[in-house]
């Protein structure tokens, strides 16, 4: 009689795809750069919608469906996760650091400064600028934070960014940290003026401003004349 199909090593190999299949069904472990990701996005969102003080390290980790020990273990605390959010979103005001060689010196720089940005991208940076300009007086830690990792950081990408304009010959500059902070607060005094309480500009007119400063900054307002 021919042996039984039900031998222990039948029975042994069937359960074999059925214990590979459980491993494959289990949960895979978000990477951290994706994680981080996913937290700095939960934590500006309630920036926005909470604003500084009312947003708890509780709040950040429900929003992004993670443990309170997987926020700590890639942000120490709140402020930590703050200064990552200013980081991330510096990148939504200047575009750098970035490879504009190609283009002319106005063309670069208008694009630098997020020129064909969309209403509702500006909308969104604009929003994250005024809930920390709203709470900065009341928490030195947030001064401190948007200082560092938001105007400075800012400041000195624009500013090596001149240094190696002026190295390919392309501006001379006496000094390049300066200038990066008179073009920032030419082209910005009109982009988050609504902090102020005034109208937020349109797409079109802000293309209009940005324009008019970079050609203020490379070419001045004196009239253009012929030198003998």
């Not at 042994?12 to 289990?26: D, I, L, N």
Request: with cysteine; proline share 6%.
């Amino acid at each position: 009689m021919p042996k039984s199909r039900t031998s222990p090593d039948i029975v042994k190999a069937a359960k074999k795809p059925q214990s590979a299949h459980r491993r494959r069904g289990r949960p895979k472990v978000m990477p951290d750069d994706t994680q981080r990701a996913n937290i700095i996005a939960c934590a500006g969102r309630l920036l926005v919608e909470k604003g500084y003080g009312r947003t708890t390290t509780d709040d950040v980790a429900a929003l992004c469906r993670i443990s309170k020990q997987t926020l700590y273990r890639l942000f120490p605390n709140k402020a930590a996760v703050l200064a990552a959010v200013i980081d991330a979103h510096r990148q939504s005001v200047l575009a750098l650091p970035g490879d504009y060689d190609a283009l002319p010196l106005n063309v670069a720089l208008e694009t630098i400064f997020k020129i064909d940005i969309s209403a509702q991208t500006n909308q969104e940076r604009i929003a994250v600028i005024l809930a920390i300009m709203a709470e900065a007086p009341k928490f030195p830690e947030l001064q401190r934070i948007v200082r560092r990792h938001g105007v400075d950081a800012s400041q000195a990408e624009l500013a090596a960014w001149l240094a190696g304009e002026q190295k390919r010959g392309r501006i001379a500059i006496d000094d390049v940290d300066s200038a990066a902070s008179i073009l920032m607060d030419m082209v910005f005094s009109r982009i988050f003026r609504p902090g102020l309480g005034l109208t937020m500009p349109t797409p079109k007119e802000l293309q209009t401003h940005i324009r008019r400063c970079v050609s203020i900054f490379l070419h001045g307002v004196a009239p253009h004349r012929t030198m003998i």
